[in-house]
C-alpha cells in the first residue's frame, strides 16, 4: 500500500490553509456588521427615552409650579376659628399631633382642621338633627324635648372627629402589619448586599411603594429625617412613634443599638423578620378561628329556616292534598 499517494500536495495544502486564513479574516471583519449589537442599540434608546421623559415632566412641573405646594395650608375658615377661639393651645402637648400622624396626617393644616371641625361639628349635626325632626318626623311633643334630643345627637359630633381619626389609625396599623415582613426581608437583603442603612431603607421605600404605600411613606420619611437631623436616633424613634406597631417599634429598638454600638444588623433583621411573620400568621389564624362563631346567627336567621321549609314543604303539601 502506498501511504505517499495519499498525502495531499504541498502547495495544495498552503493554498487551503491560505485560504481558509483569508475566509476567517473576513468572517472577523464582517461580522459585527452582519451580527448587530442589539443591546447598544437598546440601551440608547432607554437612554433617550428617559431623557424624554426627563425633559416632559420638567416642563410639565414649571407650568404647574404655581398650582402645586409641598406644604399644605390650612384653610381660611378653619384657621379664623382656630385663631379666634385659641384653640392651638390643646394641640401643644403633641397628643393630637401624634394621633393625627398615625392615621397618616402630618403637618400644620391637619392639626388646624381637626380642632375647627370639633368644634363646628357639634353645631351643624345640632341644627340637621332638629331641621330632621321638625320637618320631617314631627313629633307630638313639647318643643323643648325635641330640642333636647337634638342636642343630645348634636353632642355625637364632638367625638365623631376622633373617631374617624381611630378607625383609620386601626386601618394604616393593619396594613403596616401586613406588609412589614415583606419589607423586612427587603432591609435584610439590601444589608447583607453591603448596603448602608439609608440607602437600604431608600430602596425598600421604592419597591413596597406598590404593595404598601403606608409602609413606603414612613420609610422614605425616615430617610428623608436622617439626611437632615442631627441625631440619627431621633430620625428611627420617630418611625415607631408614627406607626404605633410593635413589630416596627421592634426593629426601631434594633437599628438604634446598631447605630450606638456597631452590632451587626444582618441577624437581628433575619429574627425579626421572621417574627413578623410568625406574627401575622397568628393573627390570620385568630381570624380564621373566630369564624365560625361568627357565622352562628347567620345560619340561625337564614339558612335554617329555608332548610326547614325545604323539609317539611313536600310533607306538608301531601298532608294538605289528602282527603
Do not use: C
Request: hydrophobic fraction near 50%; avoid cysteine; glycine fraction near 6%.
Amino acid at each position: 500500500m502506498n501511504i505517499g499517494a495519499h498525502i495531499p500536495d504541498p502547495e495544495q495544502l498552503s493554498a487551503m490553509m491560505a485560504g481558509l486564513a483569508v475566509f476567517t479574516a473576513v468572517v472577523s471583519v464582517s461580522w459585527p456588521y452582519i451580527f448587530r449589537d442589539t443591546l447598544a442599540e437598546r440601551m440608547r434608546k432607554v437612554e433617550s427615552e428617559r431623557e424624554g421623559i426627563r425633559k416632559r415632566e420638567r416642563s410639565r412641573l414649571n407650568g404647574e409650579k404655581s398650582k402645586v405646594s409641598l406644604r399644605a395650608k390650612p384653610k381660611r375658615l378653619f384657621k379664623a376659628i382656630v385663631d379666634r377661639f385659641n384653640l392651638a393651645r390643646q394641640a401643644e402637648d403633641g397628643e393630637i399631633v401624634r394621633r393625627l400622624s398615625m392615621a397618616g396626617y402630618r403637618g400644620h393644616a391637619p392639626v388646624t382642621t381637626f380642632l375647627a371641625v370639633r368644634l363646628i361639628a357639634p353645631f351643624v349635626i345640632f341644627a340637621a338633627a332638629l331641621l330632621y325632626l321638625l320637618l320631617v318626623i314631627r313629633p307630638d311633643v313639647h318643643l323643648l324635648m325635641v330640642v333636647a334630643v337634638a342636642a343630645g345627637v348634636g353632642s355625637f359630633g364632638y367625638f365623631a372627629p376622633a373617631i374617624f381619626i381611630r378607625n383609620k389609625t386601626t386601618k394604616r396599623q393593619q396594613a403596616i402589619r401586613r406588609s412589614w415582613p415583606d419589607a423586612l426581608d427587603l432591609l435584610l437583603i439590601t444589608v447583607e448586599s453591603g448596603m448602608g442603612i439609608e440607602s437600604a431603607l431608600r430602596k425598600v421605600g421604592e419597591e413596597v411603594g406598590a404593595q404598601s404605600p403606608e409602609v413606603a411613606e414612613e420609610v422614605l420619611l425616615t430617610t428623608a429625617e436622617l439626611s437632615y437631623l442631627q441625631d440619627r436616633r431621633q430620625a428611627f424613634e420617630n418611625l415607631g412613634l408614627r406607626t404605633g406597631v410593635e413589630g416596627v417599634r421592634a426593629v426601631v429598638t434594633s437599628l438604634i443599638q446598631a447605630e450606638k454600638y456597631g452590632t451587626p444588623l444582618g441577624q437581628a433583621l433575619r429574627v425579626m423578620a421572621q417574627e413578623n411573620r410568625d406574627m401575622r400568621m397568628s393573627e390570620a389564624e385568630k381570624k380564621a378561628s373566630a369564624l365560625p362563631p361568627k357565622l352562628t346567627v347567620p345560619m340561625i336567621v337564614f339558612f335554617l329556616p329555608v332548610l326547614f321549609a325545604v323539609i317539611i314543604a313536600p310533607a306538608a303539601i301531601q298532608i294538605a292534598a289528602m282527603p
